[in-house]
């Protein structure tokens, strides 16, 4: 991988999913919805100044979203931070920058 350019698509980790939890709140408040699944399903990393992962997670019902979170760099003490994301996606939408 090019430092700069997304990861091949690789399948999820227990990594992956503490970090899908950790910003599922963040998700509910901007989508002012609750979701009784959320599993990740696979996601890319891209290494910038700290480190931008793209996470496709299982929200029920046939239906996906695309999560971007951002992770500062350990030394800056900082959370994570839902960055943007798609809804409406499905298991075979690929996982791509946005």
């Known amino acids: 991988m090019m430092c700069g350019a997304p990861s091949a698509t690789m399948p999820a980790t227990a990594e992956t999913q503490e ?11 901007k989508e002012n919805q609750k979701f009784d699944v959320f599993k990740a399903i696979s996601f890319k990393r891209q290494i910038v100044a700290g480190t931008n992962l793209f996470i496709k997670v299982d929200v029920g019902g046939d239906k996906c979203v695309h999560l971007r979170v951002f992770q500062p ?3 800056e003490n900082k959370p994570l931070t839902l960055s943007s994301y798609q809804t409406n996606k499905e298991r075979h939408d690929e996982l791509s920058y946005f």
Do not use: F, R, T, W
Not at 19 to 29: G, T
């Open 73 to 75: 760099l350990p030394h």
């Open 19 to 29: 970090v899908a939890d950790q910003v599922k709140s963040q998700l509910e408040s």
